[in-house]
């Protein structure tokens, strides 16, 4: 059974960095594409980060250039390093599989504020 633990999550001023770790059980990662997603208050849940089983990295505009996604395969986990946050990065956090999502697990908020 696929178990997803999301951590690291905070309040951070604008302009702030935090880093999110995902424990990963149930799942070999490096056979895997997996990526970070983001729900933001009022808003559906969006794909933000993305390393496929190849490394390659693939980020939306939005975070293009302040986020990084990587992942350790031998600890089985995936980090987001979040740099110049803003207030819009306001989200609760998960991990998941590309392709099929695993149940969900319950995620890291991310505040942004003054």
């Known amino acids: 059974q696929v178990q997803l633990v999301e951590s690291g999550g905070g309040w951070v001023q604008p302009g702030g960095s935090l880093r999110l770790s995902c424990a990963v059980s149930?799942?070999?990662?490096?056979?895997?594409?997996m990526g970070w997603y983001r729900q933001g208050p009022g808003k559906q849940r969006e794909l933000v980060a993305t390393?496929?089983?190849?490394?390659?990295?693939i980020y939306a505009d939005s975070v293009k250039g302040r986020f990084t996604i990587d992942k350790d395969i031998p600890k089985n986990e995936v980090y987001l390093e979040m740099n110049s946050l803003k207030f819009e990065d306001t989200a609760v956090y998960y991990c998941?599989?590309?392709?099929?999502?695993?149940?969900w697990g319950q995620g890291t908020q991310v505040t942004v504020s003054s």
């Open positions: 149930g799942i070999m990662i490096g056979i895997k594409s």
């Open positions: 998941n599989k590309i392709y099929l999502p695993d149940s």
């Open positions: 390393i496929t089983y190849g490394n390659e990295r």
